[in-house]
Every structure is written in C-alpha cells, then in structure tokens.
C-alpha cells in the first residue's frame, strides 16, 4: 500500500532507539524526510546513519532535551514545518508513589505531558493551516490498564490522553489528526530497564521475569519494533484522515477487557 505522505516532513522526539527509532524508520522507507530529536548525542547519530543508510531520506538529528524550552526550540528550527508529529518520552523507572515528592511528580509531568502538549501547540495550527497534520504520541497500555509501581506514568500519560480527546475534536476537519498509541510489552531497550527496575522487589532473575511476562501475554511473545513502526506509519498515512482522538492499543492483545 502507498501511504501517501512522499515528501512530506515529521519531527519525531524521542526517536534516537526503541519504538521512537522504529517509528521514524518506517516513515522514512515511505519516504518522508525526518528530524530526529534526542538527549544522547552519539546514540542519536547513529540512529540517524542507519536510518539515512537505509532509505536515502534526509535525516537531521537534533540533540537536545525537549522538556526543555531550548530543546523545543532547536527541534522546531531544525523542523519548522512538520507534516507528522511525533511525541516520544521514555517513563520513569517503576517505585513507591510514598517515596516521590513534588519535584517528582514536576518532572513526571514535563516528560510525558507537558512537554508533548508544547509541542502540539508549537505545531498545530500550520498543520491544521496547510491541510494535513498527523500527530500521534506514545503513551503506555498503563493508561487503561494502571500499574501500581507505575504511577508516575499512569497520572502523568493520563492528563496527555485527557487533554488530547477534547483538542482532536477540534482539528480533525482540516485533516489533522491526534492519536495515542498504547503499547504493550515490546523487545526493546524501554522494556529491559522496566524490569531491572522490579527485580529487588520481585526477588527474581531478569531472565525470569523476562520469560514470565512474555508467558503472560496472549501473543506469547514481546512485540517487535517493527510491527509498532508500522502501526505509526499507516496512522501518520493519507488514508488515516478519519482516525482521531483514539487511545489505540497494540498489546498482542493483554488488555482484558471488551470496550
């Protein structure tokens, strides 16, 4: 299938590995150009060359914090006009809501939040000015299905979700749309340092628990970059026009409920 979005220009934070780095790759083999956007300089150079090496687009890297007002503003000078809009921010390491103060929940909120919503802002009314905008920000299945250790993000991804329902109402008549994908467990490096996170707790081995939460899954197995890259292409597509305003899950199918 053509995606239709050939030429066309995405900012995508947050996109240096993971699922951030699979999603810039997939709209790049569509053949749009990418500015990617991290804090780790040499990590994000070399997302840039596999990506650049791989599909022939123009690649920008852009290193810098985008909580940050000096990293928003070096991302949107880098990218001024962006066609898709990608909102990417790593969660905090899993613990005990007792021990956070509120320099904590601040920080939470800046990452995963606020930061996305200056972004938006930033963006959408030329999206919405010339005719067609794709937003979409990955936020976590904790949205729908809450972990206790999780919290941060729980809350934190929870206001994003909530203020994004009532904006992509009003954007989505100029063919600009705003999702949220919610994923699951995924083979990635996001994934391993959640875990690591839990074994003092758990008292078990990381292999252990590895295994167990894949066992756990209907798919039985973590999902692959690659089928999320995917999933962020075909939303960020010329065909994806009447999608807005979803909490759209790619879990291998964990979440246990019907609606």
Not at 96 to 104: C, M, Q, S
Request: glycine share 12%.
């Amino acid at each position: 299938m053509d995606l239709g979005i050939r030429g066309r220009k995405a900012l995508l934070c947050g996109a240096s590995r993971g699922l951030g780095k699979a999603a810039a790759l997939a709209v790049a083999r569509e053949g749009v150009d990418v500015t990617i956007v991290a804090r780790t300089p040499d990590v994000l150079e070399r997302a840039a060359k596999e990506i650049r090496d791989a599909t022939g687009v123009r690649v920008t890297a852009v290193a810098g914090d985008i909580t940050t007002e000096q990293g928003r503003s070096a991302a949107l000078k880098a990218c001024p006009e962006p066609d898709i809009l990608l909102n990417n921010a790593d969660g905090p390491l899993p613990g005990d809501f007792r021990t956070w103060t509120r320099d904590t929940w601040i920080e939470a909120l800046d990452a995963m939040m606020l930061a996305p919503i200056e972004m938006i802002r930033a963006t959408v009314d030329g999206m919405m000015a010339r005719g067609f905008g794709r937003i979409v920000n990955i936020s976590s299945r904790s949205v729908k299905i809450p972990q206790l250790e999780l919290g941060l993000s729980n809350g934190a991804r929870s206001g994003l979700v909530g203020f994004v329902a009532g904006l992509a109402r009003q954007t989505v008549h100029r063919n600009v749309t705003i999702n949220n994908i919610l994923p699951g467990i995924f083979d990635s490096d996001a994934q391993k340092r959640h875990i690591e996170g839990m074994l003092d707790d758990l008292g078990k081995s990381f292999d252990q628990v590895w295994q167990e939460r894949a066992a756990a899954s209907p798919a039985k197995r973590y999902g692959k970059t690659e089928e999320f890259g995917a999933y962020f292409a075909f939303l960020c597509s010329a065909h994806a026009g009447y999608i807005s305003g979803q909490n759209l899950l790619i879990d291998g199918g964990s979440y246990p409920g019907t609606y």
